[in-house]
């Protein structure tokens, strides 16, 4: 089973998995938060959607780290 995006490519971004998983778990609940106040349907899960925002390059463990802490 191939998986998109690959896991290498997630891995430039985000080096460690866990880190990974905490990240993607994080952007996707509020993708679903903002989703659900907005009335915007989803075409993607919101996993998804995170995962793909990690492979654009949109998000990395320092910048969510950073959002933590504001």
Request: aromatic share 4%; glycine share 4%; no cysteine.
């Amino acid at each position: 089973m191939m998986l998109y995006p690959a896991m290498s490519k997630l891995n430039s971004y985000i080096p460690n998995r866990y880190m990974l998983v905490n990240v993607v778990a994080r952007r996707a609940r509020q993708i679903a938060e903002e989703a659900e106040s907005t009335g915007l349907h989803l075409d993607e899960k919101p996993v998804t959607l995170a995962i793909h925002e990690v492979a654009d390059g949109k998000l990395t463990a320092g910048e969510d780290v950073a959002a933590e802490e504001a």
